[in-house]
């Protein structure tokens, strides 16, 4: 899931600080336009300046330095959230919409307002991979010559990746929405219609995902071999289909794998390069039946009811606060300052909008993580509690049963491959781990909590039954808050 995307479209679309627009003088105009690229301009700078200095760093730790990962990591999220910060400004600070509505006068330009109101967002994530690609490189120096590749290849991988998936829906939406608004407005104000937009879009993903995927991400099919026959029988041994397992190339940078598609007969594995290239077969089958668990638990269709649930949560967080903060300002007496008030309610807004993602939303994660991991350990597991010795079951060719039963060979494969993925992308278990980890969990913890299943059937079935629980009491909770989002107009004001 490519967050960051999906929180800067939040950002763009989803925020409305009641502020309307009105037109702007040439002097108003130019203003505006000049603290954006100023503001664009400032981030590009110390991006670069902070790839140069950790490229230098790099080159003295050495490549395959666990320091260099940790370092490379923090910088990349702590500029990843600076660009978000510095599109939020240029949103709701700058007011950048009021520039391409009023200041442009595209009003009632189909798709091409949305573009520009986004492109901000996009000149950022660009400036961003340009100014760490020297420390990228320098990381990378281990990697054979021919899977490297330069900038302009790294930004149109890094912009198909991050890109891909969602963006060509959202602007499907966004095309969809000016089409309503054009030909029915009334129908465009009705909530109901907004709700229904936003089934459509993230039922778009859900189902077009792989397509999208496909086009624009750099991958190819795994070739026929030992691993490929492997990996068929197990999700024959599973019930899992795809329509195919994919490497996915990252010019041997990110050990990692996916999953995108929730209908068994449009979906595809994706398994990176790095991946394939640091584990072994018996390795890589833990990391696929990892995905396959995702599926076989409808953890991305659960995903994207969180995400349409949290619509209501979000509009009544945003009420509430829109309430709170017009109360609070004439006790201040700054009731008569609109910019303050506009720049007050976006701030308060997204702060409890990343709190709640980053709580609420994190512990689902990573909740659905160790259940996935479960699995990955489940595929590659004998059913003997007391093994070694261990039998190999995806090597037999006859349709073998799933074993019911985690065993110590099992976990320990999983454990491994979970180690060794970690170390390739940097990732330790320093102060920094427990930001970087918010989705997926600590893999120090992750471990441990497979190393106190072994042998121990019952906390096995208490912690799927608490995932159980823990989905159904959330959805309940979510859809009471789209009712009275509903119920209140909140829906209908906007966040």
């Not at 520039?99 to 189909?110: I, M, N, P, S």
């Not at 990343?354 to 994190?362: D, N, P, Q, T």
């Amino acid at each position: 899931m490519p967050f960051p995307l999906l929180l800067a479209l939040i950002i763009a679309f989803g925020i409305d600080t009641g502020r309307g627009f009105t037109p702007l003088s040439p002097i108003e105009l130019e203003r505006r336009v000049g603290q954006t690229a100023g503001a664009l301009a400032l981030l590009a700078a110390l991006a670069f300046v902070v790839g140069q200095v950790l490229a230098w760093r790099l080159r003295r730790w050495g490549p395959d330095a666990p320091s260099g990962g940790r370092a490379l990591r923090g910088a990349t999220l702590a500029l990843d959230g600076l660009g978000l910060v510095t599109y939020a400004w240029i949103i709701h600070g700058v007011g950048w919409p009021a520039v391409v509505l009023e200041g442009f006068d595209l009003r009632d330009a189909l798709l091409i307002d949305e573009g520009l109101i986004l492109l901000p967002y996009l000149i950022a994530q660009v400036a961003v991979w340009v100014g760490l690609y020297r420390a990228e490189r320098a990381r990378r120096l281990s990697v054979p010559e021919g899977d490297r590749s330069g900038l302009g290849r790294q930004v149109l991988r890094k912009t198909r990746q991050a890109m891909g998936a969602v963006l060509p829906v959202a602007l499907v939406y966004g095309l969809g929405r000016d089409l309503i608004v054009w030909q029915w407005p009334e129908a465009a104000r009705n909530p109901w219609v907004e709700v229904g937009g936003m089934v459509v879009m993230a039922t778009s993903v859900l189902v077009l995902a792989p397509a999208l995927v496909r086009l624009t991400w750099p991958a190819r099919p795994l070739p026929p071999g030992p691993l490929r026959d492997r990996l068929e029988r197990l999700a024959r041994r599973f019930g899992f289909r795809c329509t195919d397992i994919l490497v996915w190339d990252t010019g041997g940078a990110i050990a990692n794998a996916g999953v995108t598609g929730a209908l068994p007969w449009f979906r595809y594995v994706l398994l990176s390069d790095a991946l394939l290239q640091q584990l072994d077969e018996r390795e890589v089958e833990a990391v696929f039946g990892h995905e396959v668990g995702h599926i076989v638990h409808r953890h991305l269709a659960y995903f994207g009811l969180f995400l349409l649930g949290s619509i209501g949560v979000m509009a009544l967080l945003g009420l509430g606060i829109e309430s709170a903060i017009d109360a609070l300002l004439p006790r201040l007496s700054l009731d008569q300052r609109p910019a303050l008030e506009a720049v007050l309610k976006s701030v308060a807004v997204l702060a409890c909008l990343g709190l709640y993602f980053l709580l609420l939303f994190g512990h689902l994660s990573r909740r659905f993580e160790r259940q996935a991991d479960i699995f990955g350990c489940r595929v590659v597991s004998c059913d003997r509690a007391d093994c070694p010795p261990h039998a190999d079951l995806n090597a037999s060719t006859a349709l073998l049963a799933p074993p019911l039963a985690l065993c110590p060979v099992g976990i320990r494969t999983f454990a491994n491959a979970l180690s060794k993925v970690a170390a390739s992308n940097g990732i330790d278990e320093g102060r920094l781990s427990i930001l970087l980890s918010w989705r997926h969990g600590r893999v120090a913890r992750r471990i441990a909590f497979l190393d106190s299943l072994e042998g121990q059937p019952e906390a096995e079935r208490r912690f799927q039954a608490g995932i159980a629980r823990l989905r159904l009491g959330l959805a309940v909770v979510l859809a009471l808050a789209v009712a009275a989002a509903l119920a209140t107009g909140a829906l209908d004001q906007g966040l």
